[in-house]
């Protein structure tokens, strides 16, 4: 999930702000938008990391 959302956040940047000019008004806005989703993604995956390495007795993995 977190290399997902990595990845995600990569592409949306790169539409947003590196080449802005080869995608229309509403990529460009839609990748705007997907920037704080997908920072929100990938802290919800580095949870369920913490969670199962807490399940799995390692307290301290971090």
Do not use: C, D, W
């Not at 959302?5 to 592409?11: I, K």
């Not at 806005?29 to 807490?54: S, T």
Request: glycine share 12%; no cysteine.
């Amino acid at each position: 999930m977190m290399l997902l959302s990595l990845a995600g956040a990569g592409t949306a940047l790169a539409v947003a702000y590196l080449y802005p000019e080869q995608y229309s008004l509403g990529e460009q806005v839609a990748a705007h938008l997907l920037l704080p989703v997908m920072a929100g993604f990938f802290k919800l995956g580095y949870v369920i990391r913490l969670a199962a390495h807490h399940a799995l007795g390692n307290y301290q993995a971090g």
